[in-house]
């Protein structure tokens, strides 16, 4: 089993060289400040704002490090790349990201989004709230101080490969592409995608696999084929007898999923679906003894789930299961205020799919293609955004054991879990790279893509001292697999 791996001598408490764990806690404050400006450099990669001078942060500050540095872009917004040889035996893929989503509601923000104020957040205590501060860039100037902190003080343990992309949230085009085409210069032994994964209980995780996504828009238009306006909104007394586009779409995405519990039941969609392997099984057992589905809930701010299953059931539905969900629908009049009667021309919802193992994103458009002609809508458009595939590292491998060390150094026993609901574009790691990869993470932080986004102060104190703990026990783990 994963849960108790062998231990090298490194994977005890300690595991850091005390000196760098001193400076790292002497020079919090300089790490928190910086942590600060970089969160105030706005970088909205759905609109471009404040993205260019967020790189160039990000890549002089890779710069100062001492990393030969790059970018690569083929439109969009460039990918920011770090090569750092210190001559050591282990090279790791750092993967980061500068973007954030959109703000949303100013009004629902208890400071300013690009601020960076520091607040009292119930259960908690002081936290930065910030658009980024989870996700994900106080996590990503928490990696570059905790760099440049140990190369002061002593010599890094591993050399490293850096890609922080400005284009997480909108499909990473850019981070794909570059990967794709540069697998000599990115050969490696490991790679790494660490974040704050700490819960409100304190617990941290060890991930060890993201699903997959396909992000569609989904058109329904008036047209001379099916009806409806073709040109404009017109008088809705006109419904009587004119077909209406968004009566059309809702309909076609009510076949997409079951009444009960959405889900999917797309024709064949489930064929694909490559289900938990025993190991996976026996982890997920082991992982619902500590499981709080009530603090999960608290945290997603929701009364409840949608089954009613044992805690292990629960979890595996979570982790294994593929879902279809709306994430917007637009159509016609939506101001708050006032009425306006009328028959819209066109509608469109934003759909994401979330794939699991043995999914293909050419598989699963093919089937929902083919479902909806088979029902009559084989008229509404479809926009794919740069989908990618699910990706799973083995548990046995050596950098799960080595995130575990790191974890464990610092007094906490983490959960592990082997895959997770979320998604990233790790498939590149599995499928271009052929890297065993891994996603943990000291330190808190919540609310990602909504307002009053924050992560913890001392929590970001406690993801440096991790980051430390990770990079010198990657290098032991990774001498001891060689042997």
């Avoid at 909504?450 to 992560?455: D, F, L, T």
Wanted: charged share 25%; hydrophobic share 40%; with cysteine.
């Amino acid at each position: 089993m994963l849960i108790v791996p062998r231990p090298f001598p490194a994977a005890m408490k300690g595991i850091t060289p005390p000196e760098v764990s001193r400076a790292i806690e002497t020079r919090f404050p300089e790490g928190l400040q910086k942590t600060r400006q970089l969160l105030r450099q706005p970088s909205v990669s759905a609109t471009g704002e404040g993205i260019a001078e967020c790189a160039e942060m990000v890549r002089a500050t890779l710069a100062e490090l001492g990393c030969k540095t790059e970018t690569f872009a083929k439109g969009g917004h460039p990918l920011v790349i770090g090569f750092l040889d210190v001559g050591a035996d282990t090279t790791l893929v750092e993967y980061e990201m500068y973007d954030v989503q959109p703000v949303g509601d100013l009004g629902a923000w208890r400071s300013p989004p690009f601020a960076a104020e520091t607040q009292d957040v119930e259960g908690v205590g002081p936290s930065i709230i910030a658009r980024g501060s989870t996700n994900s860039k106080g996590a990503l100037m928490g990696h570059l101080h905790t760099w440049r902190v140990i190369r002061d003080v002593d010599e890094l343990p591993v050399n490293l490969k850096i890609l922080a992309e400005g284009e997480e949230e909108i499909s990473s085009a850019n981070f794909i592409e570059y990967v794709r085409t540069h697998r000599r210069e990115l050969k490696a032994d490991g790679a790494i995608a660490n974040d704050y994964s700490e819960d409100l209980r304190g617990v941290p995780t060890v991930y060890l696999g993201v699903k997959g996504c396909l992000y569609l828009t989904i058109w329904s238009r008036g047209s001379r084929k099916v009806g409806g306006p073709m040109e404009s909104e017109i008088h809705s007394s006109n419904a009587v007898w004119i077909d209406s586009p968004v009566w059309r779409l809702v309909q076609a995405l009510d076949t997409l999923v079951d009444k009960k519990t959405q889900r999917p039941v797309v024709d064949g969609f489930w064929d694909d679906v490559r289900g938990p392997s025993k190991k996976d099984v026996e982890m997920v057992r082991e992982l619902s003894k500590k499981f709080d589905p009530k603090a999960w809930l608290r945290e997603e701010r929701t009364a409840h789930f949608k089954y009613d299953l044992p805690k292990d059931k629960l979890l595996l539905k979570y982790l294994f299961d593929p879902t279809i969900n709306i994430a917007g629908i637009y159509a016609g009049y939506i101001e708050h205020g006032g009425t306006k009667t009328i028959l819209p021309h066109q509608a469109y919802a934003k759909i994401d799919i979330r794939l699991v193992k043995d999914m293909t994103v050419e598989g699963t458009l093919r089937k929902l293609r083919a479902h909806l002609k088979k029902r009559g809508f084989g008229d509404l458009e479809i926009q794919v955004h740069g989908p990618y595939g699910p990706a799973k590292t083995d548990p046995d491998s050596w950098i799960a054991h080595a995130a575990i060390d790191a974890v464990r150094a610092h007094g906490k026993e983490p959960e592990v879990w082997p895959t997770s609901g979320g998604t990233m574009p790790a498939f590149v790691f599995d499928e271009y790279l052929k890297l065993p990869w891994v996603s943990t993470g000291l330190g808190h932080g919540s609310r990602a893509h909504a307002p009053n986004e924050y992560a913890s102060i001392e929590g970001m104190k406690r993801f440096m001292l991790g980051e430390a703990s990770l990079l010198y026990a990657a290098a032991e783990r990774r001498r001891g697999s060689a042997r």
